[in-house]
């Protein structure tokens, strides 16, 4: 293999991993944001628990009032009753009082159960928060990790690049800028090699006077179906 196919075959190898790099570094933005949505979904709970939490106090506030003024009008309507005269102002009177003290009963009716739905909210509640606490801190161990990860990863591109940068410049320009246009066009794959017989990137079957020369590696062949550089892999004997 001339020097130029050795270079390039090292180039390949180079794309390959990173390739395999990018491909690897574009899972992080799913994984990120499935952790993001558990967390939020699990904040959302308890948000509305508490939300829940807030209407029931100023119920319970309403009903209480209710029952204090209720409670006033049926001392107003007692404290009425020696100064009446008469059968039927008294009867009335009387009325309003069996009346407001009914009312008075059924608000307390209201505030008992609502109590008791604010003692079953407030028996939740600590559950709810240790679970929000759990995920909280299992997202941002996860979180941490990616991040880790991906770093580690982007590093490795990064050392990559670098390696191929290095190697690219013992091309000619105008391989140099071939090879690029080709791997730009075609995910990241200019050269690929030959695989029984055919272009290893778009398995197009070559001719087999092109199989001779690629076997030579004296001469560079360009897959006539997707445009790529085909090299007889170095270390296949056939
Ligand atoms: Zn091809």
Redo the contacts with the bound molecule.
């Keep these: 293999m001339n020097e130029e196919l050795q270079t390039l075959w090292a180039l390949h190898e180079l794309d390959e991993r990173l390739v395999a790099l990018n491909g690897s570094l574009a899972r992080f933005p799913a994984q990120r944001q499935t952790v993001e949505r558990r967390l939020k979904d699990e904040r959302a709970r308890l948000d509305t628990m508490k939300h829940r939490g807030a209407e029931t106090l100023l119920e319970r506030k309403k009903i209480e009032k209710d029952i204090e003024s209720l409670a006033a009008e049926e001392r107003k309507f007692q404290s009425q009753l020696p100064l009446v005269k008469k059968n039927e102002e008294y009867s009335a009177l009387l009325h309003e009082i069996t009346g407001a003290k009914q009312k008075r009963s059924d608000r307390e009716t209201d505030l008992l159960m609502l109590m008791e739905d604010e003692e079953r909210q407030a028996g939740e509640r600590p559950a709810l928060e240790k679970a929000v606490a759990g995920v909280e801190a299992e997202a941002k161990e996860r979180l941490a990790a990616f991040a880790a990860e991906e770093a580690r990863e982007r590093d490795q591109v990064a050392g990559v690049e670098r390696e191929r940068a290095a190697l690219m410049t013992r091309l000619p320009a105008a391989m140099r800028s071939r090879y690029e246009r080709i791997r730009t066009s075609r995910e990241g794959r200019a050269v690929?090699p030959i695989v029984k017989g055919?272009?290893?990137?778009?398995?197009?079957g070559q001719p087999p006077q092109m199989l001779q020369e690629a076997r030579r590696g004296d001469r560079l062949i360009v897959?006539?179906?997707?445009?790529?550089l085909?090299i007889w892999p170095p270390e296949s004997s056939g």
């Excluded at 055919?198 to 197009?204: H, S």
């Design positions: 690929v055919a272009c290893g990137g778009c398995y197009r897959c006539d179906g997707c445009g790529r085909l």
